[in-house]
């Protein structure tokens, strides 16, 4: 079976396989052979990876034609996205480095920052709650230990008066049992 890998969206042969390569996880069993239009190195690499032939077609660019217009309005408008583009570039590049800065202009800039501090200042709420998780944590983890400490030497003390009059118990035996036995003691 051959399979041909495209994101074409018209002009299908019926009489092939076509799969959209923006979904491809792995390769197919049973392909003998594969198509595949335009740049998609991943699709590539797993079918050579597998031993199947790959062949390579180029996609079709997609051209934009503008008619009509100024040419001092086009090359306003080349302007402003290039300033967008650089200033969110600025933005991604200070992320990178550690230190996201405002940008004084460029709406997109401006989002992505704003979406970003947002990130930012949930993710040091969320550092001030697990430092808050972990203190209390530690405190609880004190305290089991005192209470573990104090019924450790409550039990020896029981351990101690059925000792004392004889009275013999299991090793592993619980406080409770322990303290059922010395009540018994006082009773008899």
Not at 62 to 74: R, S, W, Y
Not at 127 to 141: I, P, Q, S, V
Not at 155 to 183: C, F, Q, W
Request: aromatic share 4%; net charge negative; proline share 3%.
């Amino acid at each position: 079976m051959e399979l041909i890998y495209s994101t074409q969206s018209s002009g299908f042969d019926p009489d092939k396989r076509y799969r959209n390569p923006e979904h491809f996880d792995r390769p197919e069993a049973g392909v003998t052979g594969v198509v595949v239009v335009g740049e998609w190195p991943k699709v590539v690499s797993a079918y050579e990876n597998v031993g199947v032939e790959v062949a390579l077609k180029e996609g079709d660019q997609n051209l934009v034609q503008i008619v009509g217009g100024d040419k001092g309005e086009l090359e306003d408008l080349i302007g402003k996205l290039r300033a967008e583009s650089d200033t969110v570039r600025a933005v991604i590049d200070g992320l990178e480095a550690g230190e996201v800065e405002k940008p004084e202009a460029g709406e997109l800039a401006i989002r992505l920052f704003y979406a970003l501090d947002g990130i930012r200042l949930q993710m040091v709420e969320l550092g001030g709650a697990r430092d808050d998780l972990a203190a209390e944590n530690e405190k609880l983890r004190v305290e089991l230990e005192a209470l573990k400490a104090g019924e450790s030497q409550e039990v020896e003390a029981l351990k101690a008066k059925l000792e004392a009059a004889g009275v013999t118990y299991r090793a592993n035996a619980s406080k409770e049992s322990l303290e059922k036995l010395v009540a018994d003691l006082t009773k008899a």
